[in-house]
C-alpha cells in the first residue's frame, strides 16, 4: 500500500508507540484490559489519527487544531500510562522501551505545530468571529 502524506512525517512515527501500547495491554487480564487498557489504548491511537486527520482536512488552521488535539491524546496516553505504572501493570522494562517515545514525540508535536503557517493574529481572530456573527 502506498504511504500518504502523513505517514512520511516523522512525528507520525506516534504509530509505533501506539503498536507498543496494543502488545502491552493485550497481555492484562481481562479487568485490566476493560478499564485501563481501553482508554490506554484509545488514547496511543488517537495521537496518530488526530495527525492524519489534520492533514486530511487540508487546511493548515484545521491542521494546527489536530495537532493541538493530538498533543492532548499524548498527554492523556502519559496519565493512563501513570496509573497503570502506579497499579503495577507495568515492568520496569516496558516504562523504559516506553519512555523514549514520550521524549521525541512531545518536542516533535510541537515542532510540527510551528512549522504549520503562520499562527493566526489576534486582529484577523476577532474579525473572523465578527464576520461569522454577521
Given at each position: 500500500m502506498e504511504r500518504t502524506n502523513f505517514e512520511k512525517l516523522r512525528v507520525y512515527r506516534s504509530e509505533k508507540l501506539a503498536d507498543a501500547l496494543w502488545g502491552i495491554v493485550i497481555g492484562w487480564s481481562y479487568f485490566e484490559r476493560d478499564t485501563i487498557g481501553k482508554q490506554l489504548v484509545r488514547a496511543g491511537d488517537s495521537?496518530?489519527?488526530?495527525?492524519?486527520?489534520?492533514?486530511?482536512?487540508?487546511?493548515?488552521?484545521?491542521?494546527?487544531?489536530?495537532?493541538?488535539?493530538?498533543?492532548?491524546?499524548?498527554?492523556e496516553t502519559k496519565h493512563w500510562l501513570r496509573r497503570a505504572h502506579k497499579r503495577g501493570l507495568l515492568t520496569p522494562e516496558q516504562v523504559s522501551g516506553l519512555k523514549p517515545n514520550f521524549e521525541q514525540l512531545a518536542p516533535m508535536l510541537n515542532a510540527y505545530l510551528n512549522s504549520i503557517g503562520p499562527p493566526p493574529s489576534r486582529a484577523s481572530v476577532k474579525s473572523n468571529k465578527a464576520s461569522a456573527r454577521e
Open positions: 495521537i496518530g489519527a488526530n495527525i492524519a486527520e489534520g492533514i486530511g482536512r487540508g487546511r493548515f488552521l484545521d491542521n494546527r487544531r489536530f495537532v493541538r488535539i493530538a498533543r492532548g491524546s499524548l498527554n
